[in-house]
């Protein structure tokens, strides 16, 4: 009887597919990331925000310390180039990104990341807090964040931040004439302190005209809620190319099971 072999053509087939769609689908999803401007109206915005979704070891800053160029680069610049880079360096394998533009109080953005959620499950992020001359948010931990369970569940859907844990970085002297969004930004005192937590000298803007054209207020106590981070997923679909592979495989093992049962019924 020469049904065996035939028998087996399929189940290995199927296999083969099943195994192709996993492969393709394995541990990656679309993470959209919504930001969320909290703050009373006239207070604080924020530049784009960096993320990093990692294996939880890139380390930015840390509180007590001096603040080394990476997390200048948001603190001070607002661009957050050097951070990221340093980042991508640090582990290769995360996704490093930005949700971009301003975000001024009342405003939302969400941008879509592709991640591997096994490989890269912790979030890191930082962003400045305008008007300022360093003032950021951002974790010190680089596990203070665990995304995703070892399933690709999400076990946080947001980040919510609160005025008591804005950051000054230390690195930049409070000077209204020398900070972004009401100075010249380009020029810098260097500060020569740690990072730490401060609020209150944000009050010191007050009544200064904001580069968005609003006269800032900074109206903050320290459980104000200031900033959310929001998470959401998706799947990602299997691509085109290895889903026709997987489609044309079963259609092979659909032909040689008619061919085996044909066999049989001789
Ligand atoms: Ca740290
Ligand atoms: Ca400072």
């Known amino acids: 009887m020469s049904v065996r072999p035939h028998a087996s053509l399929p189940a290995l087939l199927g296999a083969t597919a099943l195994l192709l769609a996993d492969v393709a689908g394995a541990a990656q999803l679309n993470v959209i990331v919504t930001v969320r401007n909290l703050a009373p109206a006239n207070s604080v915005s924020f530049a ?33 180039t050097a951070w990221r880079q ?15 533009g301003l975000l001024q109080p009342g ?9 591997d959620s096994a490989a890269n499950p912790f979030f890191t992020f930082a962003t400045m807090v305008v008007p300022s001359n360093d003032f950021f948010i951002g974790n010190d931990s680089p596990t ?11 076990l946080i859907t947001s980040i919510a931040q609160t005025a008591g844990q ?5 690195s930049e002297t409070f000077d209204p004439a020398a900070a972004a969004f009401v100075g010249n930004n380009d020029l810098r005192t260097p500060q020569g302190g740690v990072v730490g937590f401060d609020f209150s000298e944000l009050s010191g803007f007050n ?11 900074s109206a903050l106590l320290a459980d104000t809620g200031i900033y959310q981070i929001e998470f959401a997923t998706t799947p990602i679909p299997i691509p085109a190319p290895i889903g026709l592979l997987a489609a044309g495989l079963v259609a092979m093992g659909a032909v040689a099971r008619r061919r085996a049962r044909t066999t049989v019924a001789r």
């Open 48 to 80: 784009p925000l960096q993320l990093g979704f990692h294996n939880g070891t890139s380390d930015a800053f840390n509180n007590g310390q001096v603040a080394t160029a990476p997390i200048i680069s948001v603190a001070e610049g607002g661009a957050g």
């Open 107 to 115: 405003e939302s953005r969400s941008t879509s990341f592709r991640v």
């Open 144 to 154: 203070r964040y665990r995304l995703f369970d070892n399933a690709g569940n999400l």
């Open 86 to 100: 340093a980042f991508s360096a640090a582990e290769p394998n995360a996704t490093v990104g930005v949700v971009g």
């Open 207 to 217: 009544g200064l005209l904001t580069g968005a054209g609003y006269t800032f207020q």
């Open 166 to 170: 804005i950051w000054d970085a230390g």
